[in-house]
């Protein structure tokens, strides 16, 4: 006896007979039966096909019949539906085109009439039929479910089809098992039905998310409302103090440095208020009603103008008034907060943090504070601040001509979004095409980039390739090269006396230069393509860490399981990249939205197209996509600010939709704790 | 009772002090005849496969991986020259810009690639009639403290959103989101009258560059963060048992592990100035003093006489821009790389 | 050095995940204490909340009489070796033991002069350790876990064992009142966890100081520990000495936790006749005689539906002569060397692990002891254990804390579905 043999037999002897019994017993009882049943017929119109063995013959005629009656009905229900409608259409024609032959349409409308009368009792036919077939096919499947001795657990591949069907009818989810045994076609419809079904739902639950947290915040605020009031009501009278001088409990308590802080805070807020505060935020509401005041001079003995009002510094200081009010009222109610906690502190006697420690846990407990303050200011008063403010803009006439210095401007409402969106106005004609060419430059540009970086990738990183660092190093290198430099270069190596067209010329290839940057779409796919110029290297160098990534014992056991390369990279490859690499693709979706770089240096968003007339004196162009026409529009001879301020809302509305439901869509992006 | 249920063999234990029953010794004499025809017969099936298939499957392996080879070697092959022919694309636009530079017979824009006459011309213009030099001190002074600062506040709103949970953290990240998917341009007139305000525009405009750059630069956390958060957390822990506070473990654990990512910071900060254009220019607004060397060099080819007159010397000004920053780009490749794989996947 | 007291303690994660419920614990000075249980039972949680790693939702933690509820870890006078060693990477060994040195501070008295150079009084100041005393403090450490010669190198070119040497060495050097392991060994391999065992079992005489050990792995905390805590779902099933806890488990989860293979259990009825108690296990009447009967009746526990238990090492081979016998089947039998655990099926269908040892065997009759062959098992009455069918608590234990249900599992076996339509 070979080694091996032994080898198995004594395997056999010790693990074979329970294990595969139960296996083989179970398999003969239970499909004998059934398998038979389970033959498809696949020109069943629910693709299941569930005649039970015993019957099959006679059922199968029976059905047969039934199945070509309903086809019958259907196709002449069908037929007689749409001959009322074309005659219809036709009557119209005619009456419209030619009212002289009248006959012809009123011998069509009667056919329609005539047709619908037949059509009712066809229908109700048909309907019945439909029923019936249902309420047989119900029967059949009911009736075929008897395995008897069923435990319960084990189901027959006829139960696990009844149950499908049911659910399907039903509309309801299935198990991943159950999802797995429907064809292509099927997973495919069952897919997207669930994905739209799931639709209203999704918006639902967002909504109700969002109700409940608005409800969450009011009742946050009320709750400090009357912890305010209760504090006041309760606490020591050096709590009641500080609730107008700030920072007494502090100091009281031997908090000094924080007391002082505190206090401070208050005078400056108390003095900017009282000084200049005020003052704007009076006339935030108008934006300035006097421009200018005729002043007398005494020592020149003369009246001069003064400038009174500066609508656009009236705007911007009393946005920052409104800031550090808000910033105050958070003070304030630290403030108290912390009053209330010394004052409980002290009634159980345990000791009050000292202004050391205060300071030491800044480097400790406390160090994202440190770390944060700076940054954080620079947010708010840098981007956060400019932005509302810029926003604001957008409601008001603020433009090159009423600066708020030598003329006012003020409030106007939705007007400027009104220009933009007022049906079949030049302007909104030019704005949608710029937007959806932007979305297609966006889409185009992304995707262009992403699979052909990763091709390049997988290119240089295959086996057998050599110097593998030397061209990673050359593509890399480009990188490195701003691109301004390199993007105006190009653009003069097409430009109509370029050295393309000269080139070309000197061949004998073209008479007359090609004009790249002339033609609006052929400047559109200039821009496309080198843009993939530019992304390339890029997209390289991303997707080589990530493909390295990849554990090699996927591809071999792909291998192993006869998967050819094709097979690996749709299977394998693809998945893995797109989990991993979702959230840089939206990242680059929305950079490519705002890719202001690669248009502006290579055409200025022309050619020109005057159809779309002027905004501020720019002129948009056939490359023009929203972030250049917002530049142009702000640069142009007479700017038009608050143009360009819609518009950037708008890109922002945008881009920050199409985020938020691709956010919710991928699976890669909600992974934020994995790694916290 | 038992008896019907079970077939197999039966074994008893005697103690030893006991006597075993003479049934059972003769049945451990006999014990080498052991069954072995019990065995299913599915089972042996199943494990000893017919032989002759195998061998045929072998040989078939055989031809086949040789013809897979030199497929291989053809596509190899041809990948080679795809791959040649794409270094000469994307290298050719950046060799056209050095010939130009070198170009003495004109400087307009001409439709040839090697100069007919070769000299330093350009570059004497460039640095002796134009405001180049200054343009450059400009940009090399606005990339070193970006550079600083922006690491800075980068590394610290990354940190922190990384290791501390705090009220407010999800907050200030959608905050961020948020603010950062509006258009920068958008905020550029009220930045200009702020900067105008301070004296920070025109002549002056670099300092207000800088601020500009920097103040918003927490917003680019991302990367260091999804760096940060690889860092084994009990990392930090095993420091607070051993005595460290917060700050030590930032600057004497975090820090120095995450050189590649502070490395790559510091280099992103440094090249933001020199690509600039759009914000260098509209701060600078006509005042050549101001500009930074993208501005500046746009600036002189602005229009289609001053292009003619100076589009080779603006080639010359780009060799002299790009020259350093690839050659410190490539020095410091590696943590590029880092940074971008890292920050992509991250992100 | 410290006593480690933990009274009512509660972690609450987010409103109302309890992670542990109402802890009550002392461990007393130099003492080695084990928690031990099943991965999310809110042993490590404890552990990092004496650590000060987490904070205390309700309840007190004193560490030598001490309320360290708001210190920081630091002030606490713990020490911590983790799961996954947490070695500062860029640090060398050496550096890496040195660490706390560097950064703790020690008190001095500082004398206190007059203006004519008199000493009139001592005040205390602290200062930082000397780079002298340091390194002796590290080369010590290192000579006892036997890595001096490593302490020029990096973590990353060190073997899973020589880092968590490294690692308790970081945490020897401190001279903490307590130790604290997190599941020390989990990333070790079996040969290498049964060494550092040994090791730390020696280790142990040497740092005389209260030891608070993590782990799930009961052999640990057999073999490690003074007094073992185990737990599950946060609350404290029993808390007793390795042998209180094998031969007298509080309830049934104690039961089958302790002891490898899992401890066999007989849904039956506990019945009393004039001669004492008695079971039926499958068809065959086993009395309870001995230490237990009398235990039993000294208690009078009434007849009741029992779950009863047998250690799989406690079940013995017999003969068909003992009419006490049960006779089984072998289906799978697994030779370990020294013992046999044969998976054996009664006449009833329950299934059962006998553990035998191989010694009393021929060879020729262990081959025989093969899949198919029929035995007869019994087992000394003595090594049985009762639970109540409806609590599943020891009958002879008072007070033993009742199991808790398995809510947690299920919700965790619901959310693979929930996915799946999230994604569909």
């Known amino acids: ?676 | 009772m038992t008896d019907e249920l079970f077939e197999g063999e039966v074994f008893e234990f005697y103690p030893a002090s006991e006597e075993k029953p003479q049934e059972i010794v003769e049945m451990e004499a006999a014990e080498d005849t052991f069954e072995i025809s019990a065995m299913p017969e599915v089972a042996i099936a199943d494990m000893v496969p017919a032989e002759e298939p195998e061998e045929n499957a072998e040989e078939g392996k055989k031809k086949k991986h040789i013809s897979q080879r030199t497929k291989n070697r053809i596509l190899n092959t041809i990948i080679h020259i795809v791959l040649a022919v794409m270094c000469v694309v994307w290298i050719l636009p950046f060799i056209g810009i050095v010939f130009e530079s070198f170009r003495c017979e004109s400087t307009g824009v001409v439709g040839y690639i090697l100069p007919k006459q070769w000299g330093f011309d350009n570059y004497v213009r460039l640095f002796k009639e134009t405001n180049f030099p200054r343009w450059f001190g400009n940009t090399l002074m606005m990339g070193v403290v970006t550079a600083v600062v922006q690491t800075a506040f980068q590394l610290a709103v990354a940190y922190v959103l990384s290791r501390f949970r705090f009220k407010g953290r999800k907050f200030l990240m959608n905050l961020i989101l948020v603010f950062g998917m509006f258009p920068g341009f958008l905020t550029l007139i009220l930045l200009y009258t702020w900067m105008y305000d301070w004296h920070l525009t025109d002549a002056n405009a670099p300092y207000g560059l800088i601020i500009i750059y920097v103040a918003s630069s927490g917003m680019g956390y991302y990367i260091a963060k999804g760096f940060f958060d690889t860092i084994s957390k009990s990392l930090d822990e095993a420091a607070r048992v051993d005595g460290a506070t917060r700050m030590q473990i930032f600057f004497k654990l975090i820090l120095p592990l995450s050189k590649p990512i502070v490395i790559y910071t510091i280099l992103m900060g440094f090249m933001g100035p020199w690509g600039d254009f759009v914000m260098a220019s509209f701060m600078a607004n006509n005042a050549a003093d101001g500009y930074n060397v993208a501005a500046g060099l746009q600036w002189l080819i602005d229009t289609p006489a001053k292009k003619n007159m100076n589009y080779t010397t603006f080639c010359a000004g780009g060799v002299v821009v790009a020259l350093p920053i690839t050659v410190l780009f490539l020095l410091l490749q590696k943590y590029y790389v880092a940074g971008v794989t890292g920050g992509a996947v991250k992100g | 050095m410290a006593e480690v007291v933990l009274e009512n303690v509660k972690k609450i994660y987010g409103k109302n995940v309890v992670a542990v419920k109402d802890f009550n614990l002392t461990i007393k000075d130099k003492e080695f204490v084990v928690f031990v249980g099943p991965s999310g039972c809110g042993k490590s949680t404890t552990l990092r909340m004496i650590a000060g790693l987490e904070d205390i939702s309700e309840g007190t933690v004193k560490i030598g009489g001490r309320i360290v509820n708001d210190l920081k870890p630091k002030d606490r006078d713990v020490s911590m070796v983790f799961q996954n060693y947490a070695l500062y990477p860029n640090y060398t060994i050496f550096k890496n033991i040195a660490f706390p040195l560097t950064l703790m501070r020690i008190p001095v008295e500082v004398p206190v002069r007059d203006k004519e150079g008199n000493v009139t009084g001592v005040k205390i100041k602290t200062r930082k350790l000397t780079s002298e005393e340091i390194a002796n403090k590290v080369s010590e450490a290192a000579e006892i876990l036997g890595i001096t010669e490593y302490l020029g190198r990096r973590p990353r070119e060190l073997s899973g064992g020589q880092k968590q040497r490294v690692a308790i060495g970081r945490a020897m050097v401190k001279d903490a009142a307590v130790f604290l392991l997190d599941e020390p060994l989990s990333n070790l391999d079996a040969k290498l966890r049964a060494q550092m065992r040994s090791e730390l079992i020696e280790l142990r005489k040497r740092i005389d100081t209260t030891f608070i050990y993590v782990t799930h792995d009961q052999v640990e905390a057999m073999t490690l520990a003074d007094r073992i805590v185990i737990m599950k779902d946060g609350v404290i099933q029993q808390v007793g000495t390795p042998t209180e806890l094998f031969d007298m488990p509080a309830n049934l989860f104690v039961g089958e936790f302790i002891g490898s293979p899992k401890m066999n259990t007989f849904h039956t009825r506990l019945e009393r006749d004039e001669e004492g108690y008695f079971v039926e296990l499958c068809g065959v009447k086993k009395r309870i005689g001995g230490e237990r009967g009398e235990a039993l009746a000294a208690k009078n526990i009434e007849p009741q539906d029992v779950v009863m238990g047998v250690r799989p090492e406690h079940i013995t081979l017999s003969n068909h002569e003992d009419k006490e016998a049960i006779p089984c089947v072998i289906g799978v039998r697994e030779l370990m060397g020294s013992s046999l655990h044969l998976h054996v099926k009664t006449a009833t269908g329950e299934e059962l692990i006998v553990c035998v040892p191989t010694a009393p065997f021929t060879l020729a009759q262990i081959a025989k002891l093969v899949s198919g062959t029929r035995i007869y098992l019994t087992f000394d009455s003595k090594s049985t254990h009762f639970f109540k069918e409806e609590t599943k608590v020891n009958l002879l234990v008072e007070d033993a804390p009742v199991e808790t249900s398995g809510e947690t599992q299920q919700k965790q076996e619901e959310l693979p579905h929930k996915k799946w339509h999230r994604i569909s």
């Not at chain 1, 420690?357 to 708010?380: C, R, Y």
Request: charged share 20%.
């Open chain 1, 1 to 676: 006896m070979s080694k091996r043999e032994t080898m198995e037999l004594a395997i056999g002897g010790e693990m074979l007979p329970m294990r595969f019994l139960m296996k083989y017993s179970y398999q003969g009882e239970k499909y004998a039966a059934f398998t038979p049943a389970c033959g498809a017929d696949p020109s069943d119109e629910e693709g299941v096909a569930l005649t039970h063995i015993v019957s099959a013959e006679t059922k199968s005629k029976e059905r047969t019949r039934q199945r070509l009656l309903f086809r019958l009905l259907t196709a002449v229900t069908c037929i007689l539906c749409i001959i009322p409608v074309l005659c219809v259409l036709l009557t119209a024609l005619v009456f419209v085109l030619q009212p002289d032959f009248w006959w012809v349409g009123m011998s069509g409308m009667i056919v329609a009439v005539a047709d619908l009368i037949v059509l009712i009792p066809v229908a109700r036919a048909l309907a019945r039929a439909r029923k019936d077939r249902k309420e047989q096919k119900r029967r059949e499947t009911a009736y075929e479910v008897l395995p008897g001795e069923g435990n319960g657990e084990v189901f027959s591949e006829f139960e696990i089809r009844y149950r499908i069907i049911e659910k399907l009818s039903k509309n309801e989810p299935l198990s991943m098992l159950e999802y797995q045994r429907l064809n292509i076609w099927r997973k495919f419809l069952y897919r997207s039905k669930m994905f739209f079904r799931g639709i209203p739902g999704w918006f639902g639950r967002k909504f109700k998310r969002l109700g409940l947290r608005l409800k969450a915040f009011g009742i946050s605020i009320w709750e400090n409302i009357k912890d305010i009031g209760a504090t006041f009501k309760n606490g020591s009278w050096k709590t009641r103090v500080s609730y107008f001088f700030m920072g007494f409990g502090n100091l009281s308590h031997r908090q000094v440095l924080r007391g002082v802080l505190f206090f401070l805070f208050e005078v400056i807020f108390v003095g900017f208020m009282v000084l200049s505060g005020g003052h704007w935020l009076g006339k935030f509401g108008t934006l300035g009603t006097t421009r200018l005041e005729k002043v007398y001079d005494p020592v020149l003995d003369v009246w001069v103008d003064k400038h009174i009002d500066n609508s656009f510094k009236i705007l911007l200081y009393g946005l920052l008034t409104i800031f550090f009010i808000a910033a105050f009222v958070y003070t304030w109610r630290l403030n108290v907060k912390q009053c209330r906690i010394l004052d409980e502190i002290t009634a159980t006697g345990k000791r009050v943090k000292s202004s050391k420690e205060d300071i030491q846990s800044l480097a400790d407990n406390e160090f994202h504070k440190t770390l944060l303050s700076l940054p954080v200011l620079g947010i708010v008063m840098f981007t956060v601040l400019p932005i509302v403010f810029m926003i604001l803009v957008g409601f008001t006439s603020y433009d090159f001509e009423n600066d708020g210095y030598n003329n006012l401007f003020t409030w106007c409402g939705l007007d400027n979004f009104n220009r933009v969106f007022a049906f079949g106005s030049k302007l909104s004609l030019a704005f949608g095409e710029i937007l959806a060419w932007t979305l297609i430059w966006a889409v185009v540009a992304t995707f262009s980039n992403y699979f052909l970086g990763m091709f390049v990738a997988m290119m240089i990183n295959k086996k057998g390739i050599k110097i593998k660092k030397f061209w990673r190093t050359i593509l890399v290198m480009t990188i490195a090269i701003p691109q301004f430099i390199s993007l105006l270069y190009v653009s003069n190596l097409f430009a109509d006396n370029g050295i393309v067209n000269a080139t070309l010329m000197r061949w004998g290839w073209i008479d007359s230069p090609i004009r790249f940057w002339g033609n609006g779409t052929l400047a559109k796919v200039m821009v496309l393509v080198i843009n993939i110029w530019v992304g390339i290297p890029y997209l390289m160098l991303i997707t080589t860490g990530i493909l390295m990534n990849i554990p090699a014992d996927l591809y071999e056991s792909a291998q192993i399981d006869g998967a050819n390369a094709f097979q690996q990279f749709c299977k394998i490859t693809m998945p893995y990249m797109l989990f991993v690499t979702g959230p840089y693709l939206l990242t680059s979706f929305v950079s490519n939205i705002n890719n202001f770089n690669v248009i502006y240096l290579l055409t200025q968003g022309g050619p020109e197209h005057t159809a779309w007339g002027e905004v501020g004196g720019y002129i948009a162009g056939d490359t023009t996509i929203l972030i250049t026409w917002l530049f142009g529009i702000t640069t142009g001879p007479e700017a038009s600010y608050k143009m360009a301020s819609v518009i950037g809302t708008l890109i922002f509305l945008v881009v920050s939709i199409l985020s938020l439901v691709v956010f919710t869509i991928m699976p890669s992006t909600r992974r934020e704790e994995d790694y916290a």
